[in-house]
């Protein structure tokens, strides 16, 4: 195995390059959070997106998709009563898939496989189609929301501009989840531009999107 992370399991997909801060609620969760702090070293764990759950007294029952982003926690915000952080900031770094799950301890500890980002047959070809269409998507975004979609500059290498734009748009957690997985980065982007068609029709139907505020990490997703 490449390697063995803890995992905290988050309500939304980490992609590689994306900063997010991410509330720690559940028991599990923080006892990952106290373990990498008094441990030392690099505070990274495995991020990992949640497909449902359930809660049984202060334990927190989940069912969890099989690929996740490895994150390193740059902040932590404390809880004023001792309890333990509430909420962290996660910048994620590499994807992996689940190799094997150790349920054992306080919280989820998993043997990872890092995912090579390979570029597939047209990354700089697609990578044009779906700069078009994101363009269109975040002007819309924006004439019907304030502040909008407001991203300065939009990045030269294909995969890059994919993770962006798969963290910037506003979809459901299953589509995110299929954009991380994706087998390379011109796959990835074709996925994008279908989904942008789709995202542009329901705005000219519906125009009820929320704002977005985008932070990014300047980090190679490799």
Known sequence: MDSRLPLLTVETVIFPGLVL???????????????????????????????????????????????????????????????????????????FKVAELDSGGDYLVADVEFLDEEPGDDPLGTATVAIQRFRRYAAAVTEISQPGLHIESLPDDPTTLSYLMSAAMTLVTPDRQKLLEATDTTTRLAQLVGLLDSELAAITALPSLPATDLPWSDMSPN
């Open 21 to 95: 801060p991410i509330p720690v609620t559940d028991v599990q969760g923080r006892s990952v959070i106290r373990d990498l702090v008094e441990n030392g070293g690099e505070l990274v764990c495995g991020a990992v997106a949640v497909r449902d759950g359930y809660e049984l007294g202060d334990r927190v029952f989940r069912s969890l998709y099989g690929t996740g982003c490895a994150a390193t926690i740059s902040e932590i915000s404390l809880d004023p009563g001792d309890d333990g952080p509430v909420e962290v900031t996660l910048t994620g770094n590499r994807r």
